[in-house]
């Protein structure tokens, strides 16, 4: 292969569309790098029972092409895995993508050299590849997160991770089976795996807010409806805060009891999905309002789960409903009265060791056949930091990340030139509808490049002062929302050891971080030194 213009990692949401502007619209020669063996990213990995997606499938999916929006028939009201990955591969087909990648090919290490102004990527197997740029669309959840506990190396049963779930079918049937995390992948598995295990022992650490998502088949009364109501969903996506396409209540909760307030709940409840966040406009914002929230879904647990002891330890929340990420879910509570089903706190002693047959808690013995890590990841930075990324000077990307991810927009790091993050930390990536998210990162990078090629510059980076101040724009942000209001979730990063604890995405919505990127390109790249 030549040396090529631009090099793209990854074959999920960014990386397919990212190919395919700066290929078909900028006409450079670029080529895509997979370390999985098909399209799909984190939806080639995430194939566990009950994988689906939170947000509605209307827009969780590409707006760039209207044409390929309205020949994909989605079949149910939140796409599975497997929709989602048949979605994406149906997309790379249409846009001819599959010549200009290769699969099963993992990024190992990039080093930038001053003199060519070039990339060079080495992959597993030592293959060398140079480019210009580089775009890394590795995924903000893409990088699986695996605790680690003691003996573990002594169990004879099965060890699985949702984000890495292996092609072969897995069988529950008549065995003990662990599920450890409750986090929204936990509340997606335990209720599918529950339907046909001899027992089920979910460990708990921390309980999570659920709201139900009453999925549904799509009629093609409402497909159409979708289809003809296109420009409409995009714009309301494109110009809130989440990337959801539905407008958010300008109504703010008044009085704690108040009969109107509940009503409005009990609908957003019943109608299901993430909505319901957005039924009134201070939930994220006002403690007290927020209280509201959280003390409606208690009782809708304590309702649910017949065992009191159980509903309290499912509803023992230390933090207020949106500090971390909610989750949506289908009987997710009442699998819990189900007879082969216990849920084990592991909130004030968390699990001492494996031994042969199943895992010790506070000296009682699990006796389990398989143990299902629902995890999670090593969120946003962790894909990045799995390479070994070389900078301008020598700079190693996880020594200029040590205390904090410093950047510029989520965008571009400092001494790293002509490289760019798709979703990157310090962009609002995992707080919104990503596929939005995705898109106006990828316009604003292939505009970019596209310019510089024009002015026939060489090559962009973010200026290390101007990284500095967006950071303190990011803590900012945090600080007037309900995410700070725990000291414990994966968007601080407390959930991987030896992270740095901090608030990684921007919140302060996806309409305004829009607004600051096009100001920033159109006052000539502010904060970015192109040379
Ligand atoms: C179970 C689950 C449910 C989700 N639900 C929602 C939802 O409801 N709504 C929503 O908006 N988002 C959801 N997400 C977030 C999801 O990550 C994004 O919506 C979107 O799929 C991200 O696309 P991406 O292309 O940026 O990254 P990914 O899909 O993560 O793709 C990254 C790709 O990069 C590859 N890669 C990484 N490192 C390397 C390397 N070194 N070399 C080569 N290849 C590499 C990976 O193999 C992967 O294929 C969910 C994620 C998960 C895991």
């Given amino acids: ?203 708990q650490r921390t309980p999570n807010y659920s709201i139900p998502a009453r999925n549904q088949k799509l009629n093609s009364k409402k497909l159409n409806l979708h289809k003809n109501n296109f420009e409409y969903l995009k714009n309301v996506s494109i110009n809130n805060r989440h990337g959801h396409p539905w407008k958010h209540s300008n109504t703010p909760i008044h009085q704690v009891g108040s009969v109107k307030d509940s009503m409005v709940l009990n609908k957003a409840w019943e109608h299901g999905g993430l909505s319901f966040r957005d039924s009134f406009s201070n939930i994220n914002y006002d403690e007290c309002a927020n209280s509201v929230v959280s003390n409606f879904i208690i009782n809708k647990i304590q309702e649910t789960v017949n065992d009191p002891v159980t509903a309290n330890d499912l509803s023992d929340f230390d933090y207020p409903f949106g500090a971390k990420r909610p989750a949506l879910d289908t009987h997710y509570f009442e699998t819990f009265n189900q007879e082969n089903v216990k849920l084990i706190s592991i909130k004030k002693t968390p699990i001492d060791s494996f031994n042969h047959n199943g895992v010790l808690v506070n000296s009682i013995h699990y006796p389990l056949d398989i143990v299902v890590f629902a995890t999670g990841f090593d969120a946003i930075t962790g894909s990045l930091l799995k390479i070994n990324i070389i900078g301008k000077k020598g700079k190693n990307l996880k020594s200029e990340w040590k205390k904090e991810p410093i950047n510029l927009l989520g965008l571009q790091i400092p001494n790293f030139p002509n490289l760019f993050t798709i979703t990157g930390p310090g962009s609002p990536s995992v707080l919104t509808n990503m596929p939005r998210a995705i898109e106006q990162h990828v316009d604003w990078v292939t505009m970019c490049i596209s310019k510089l090629i024009n002015m026939k510059k060489n090559k962009i980076e973010a200026s290390h002062s101007a990284a500095l101040a967006w950071l303190d724009e990011v803590k900012l942000e945090s600080e007037r929302t309900m995410f700070l209001k725990t000291s414990n979730s994966w968007y601080l990063g407390t959930n991987v050891k030896g992270k740095p604890k901090g608030f990684i995405p921007y919140s302060g919505g996806l309409d305004k971080y829009t607004n600051i990127c096009n100001a920033i390109a159109q006052n000539g790249y502010k904060g970015f030194i192109i040379s």
């Avoid at 591969?89 to 080093?111: C, D, G, H, T, W």
């Fill in 1 to 203: 292969m030549a040396t090529l213009d631009a090099i793209i990692i990854g074959a999920g949401f960014s990386g397919l569309y990212q190919l395919y502007t700066l290929r078909d619209q900028l006409n450079l020669n670029c080529h895509l790098f997979e370390a999985a063996d098909e399209v799909g990213g984190t939806w080639h990995w995430n194939q566990y029972p009950g994988a689906r997606c939170d947000t509605e499938s209307q827009a969780y999916c590409y707006y760039f092409n209207k044409k390929i929006y309205n020949e994909w028939n989605w079949t149910e009201r939140y796409p599975s895995q497997q929709e989602v990955k048949d979605y994406l591969k149906f997309v790379a087909k249409k846009l001819n993508l599959f010549r200009s990648i290769s699969f099963s090919s993992n990024v190992k290490e990039m080093k930038y050299f001053d003199k060519t102004n070039k990339w060079k990527i080495q992959l597993d197997g030592g293959n060398t590849f140079d480019a210009r740029f580089v775009i890394m669309a590795t995924g903000c959840l893409s990088s699986e997160n695996l605790p680690i506990i003691a003996n573990q190396e002594k169990f004879k049963g099965k060890i699985l991770h949702t984000g890495r779930w292996p092609k072969e079918n897995i069988k529950f049937n008549d065995l003990d089976v662990g599920v450890v995390g409750t986090g929204s992948t936990g509340i997606q598995v335990i209720p599918e795996i529950a339907k046909t295990v001899k027992s089920l022992t979910v460990f």
